[in-house]
């Protein structure tokens, strides 16, 4: 397995998709799956249903995993 050169709370720009260009820093890491969550990137909405915490329901934003070869580290 190769070494994964990530880390929570590294400045990475992105190099691939809709995103491309944009520097962020990086939230979550998954090196078994090659993939890192950036902050802000690859956002999709999820359709949230009525709870008592949350009475009219709507829509919520997450970011997806993005794969690591189509990030690279940007020094701070």
């Known amino acids: 397995m190769a ?8 400045t990475v720009e992105v190099l691939a998709g809709d995103d491309k260009g944009t ?8 090196p078994k799956k090659n993939k890192v969550i950036v902050q ?3 956002t999709v909405k999820k359709t949230v249903k ?4 949350n009475p009219k329901g709507g829509f919520q934003t997450k970011e997806m995993p993005v794969d690591a070869s189509n ?3 940007v020094e701070a």
């Open 40 to 42: 802000g990137v690859k």
């Open 71 to 73: 990030v690279r580290k």
């Open 23 to 30: 520097k962020a820093e990086i939230l979550a890491v998954f």
């Open 3 to 10: 070494k994964f050169n990530f880390k929570k709370g590294d």
């Open 50 to 53: 009525p709870t008592e915490e």
